[in-house]
């Protein structure tokens, strides 16, 4: 194969034969062979867990998948090259048009596990905290998409609306008037622990890390800034007072310090 590259390369390679190597979907340029094989590694990936919004320290087939994948969601992830980038993200889409989300990737894996739960042409029953798929408790999840429901974007909305999702339901006004206060402080509380964690995770995918600057920032999709150095600074602190599926949700994300003694 690199002798026909070069004799491609060179101009010297008669038209039959080169007609006869891209039936076989040979690759010309190494660093696109490079990106294909990769890419093959995606699709077993898919085959797999039916989502490429994979943590960004999975591997298949011997091939850091999570990294690359993660790589291409940067700016120029793809290729400083227009017209190969839009090939990528096209040979991409092809396999999950959700590779790369305008939400957080971590949100997608939970929802493409959700969705995988879920039998073909039907709608999702009933999930409770705990219920556990590929590792992820999509029942806590799910608690907490419906519990933040006018936080989400439209696309992720519509997306659960697909699987049978539903907003909870509003109290009634008077229920409203006696209960207002102690709703709001909880759900503040936990708003602020949902949108660390979104950031938390969105910072780790990007970075490969979840290691943060006392003073880092993090912007959300939907334009909310969240001090993720503070939260994570403040969350450690209070660990004693978190419950146990919000350490495993932390420690998933590869937080040490959340996990079980």
Sequence with gaps: LSDQRRSMRAGTMLPGRAEDL??????WDPAD????????????????????????????????????????????????????????????????????????????????????????????????PGAMVNGLDVGAWLVAQQDGWEGLSGGQRERLVQLGVRPPEKPAAETVAVRARPRRAGGARAGAFERGLVALAQYAEREGTVVVARSWSEELPDGTSVRLGVWLSNTRTRRAGLSEEQLERLAALGLEWAQAA
């Design 33 to 128: 062979a490079a990106w294909e094989e990769n890419l093959g590694a995606a699709k077993a990936y898919f085959a797999a867990y039916g989502t490429l919004a994979m943590p960004v320290t999975a591997m298949i087939m011997d091939r850091p998948v999570g990294q690359w994948l993660a790589n291409a969601r940067k700016k120029n992830g793809l290729g400083k090259d227009g017209a190969r980038a839009s090939r990528r993200a096209a040979l991409l889409a092809a396999i999950d048009p959700d590779w790369n989300p305008d939400w957080p990737v971590d949100w997608q894996r939970h929802y493409a596990a959700l969705r995988g739960a879920v039998v073909p042409g039907g709608v999702l029953g009933c999930v409770e």
């Design 22 to 27: 891209e039936a076989l979907d040979v690759v």
